[in-house]
């Protein structure tokens, strides 16, 4: 059973700080990665999709990669505003069992950039 | 405007009853998918459809049903089996696999009375 961890569960930052939010997931084989966004009480806001065969997607300040091998990915903002404060979730879709339509969600993490 | 409609935003249901969660979507997307997401956790997958009159179970799927009698509908129903139905309710589509960009509505909060 596919199985999604974010780390950390909280980050609290500077505004203007670079930083790096971290997932992982057990089954590496995967159809793709996203990355959302999730504001309080909304729905969520897809960032960046990763392929299984590329390795980094870029989108303005937002840069996500994928390590399929190690079962990793990274999403990096650049120069955090205070607008960036929202939970952030990884989702995993496709798992050895071969369903494509499933995406398996991380609990996400809850950023705040402080003005 | 081109999106995903979920109704309502907030309800409230007296233990024993069913409730009906209305989604619709202009985007002409094939798949629709439901999830249930609880404070400080993850979604999990309820229901999806990836055509219509076709629908398969999710991780979940116990105390709940759907149907797909139309593209652009995909209802979720709480049934009074559902232990522990007080949670966020989010509907999502997506053009084919869930492996495209899943787009999703604003959710549907739902608490038991």
């Known amino acids: 059973k596919q199985e999604v961890t974010q780390i950390p569960a909280a980050l609290s930052v500077p505004e203007g700080e670079n930083l790096v939010l971290n997932c992982s997931f057990t089954?590496?084989?995967?159809?793709?990665l996203q990355w959302f966004r999730q504001d309080p009480g909304k729905g969520l806001t897809s960032l960046l999709l990763?392929?299984?065969?590329?390795r980094e997607q870029t989108s303005g300040r937002l840069n996500a990669s994928l390590d399929k091998s190690s079962g990793r990915s990274t999403l990096y903002i650049a120069a955090s505003q205070p607008g960036d404060s929202a939970t952030y979730l990884c989702?995993?879709?496709?798992?050895?069992?071969?369903?494509?339509?499933?995406?398996?969600f991380g609990k996400g993490t809850l950023l705040t950039v402080n003005p | 405007d081109g999106g995903i409609t979920q109704s309502p935003k907030y309800l409230f249901r007296k233990e024993g009853q069913n409730v009906t969660l209305s989604c619709e979507q202009n985007l002409n997307h094939d798949a629709m998918y439901w999830y249930r997401q609880d404070p400080g956790q993850g979604l999990r997958l309820i229901y999806y459809s990836q055509i219509v009159n076709d629908f398969q179970k999710g991780d979940i799927a116990e105390g709940y049903s759907v149907s797909r009698e139309k593209k652009e509908s995909f209802p979720l129903t709480v049934t009074s089996a559902q232990k522990n139905p007080t949670a966020f309710y989010l509907c999502?589509?997506?053009?084919?696999?869930?492996?495209?960009?899943?787009?999703f509505g604003e959710g549907s909060w739902l608490t038991v009375v």
């Open positions: 999502a589509s997506s053009t084919g696999a869930a492996g495209n960009t899943i787009y």
């Open positions: 990763i392929q299984s065969s590329q």
């Open positions: 989702a995993v879709a496709g798992d050895s069992g071969g369903s494509n339509y499933k995406l398996t």
């Open positions: 089954d590496s084989a995967i159809y793709n």
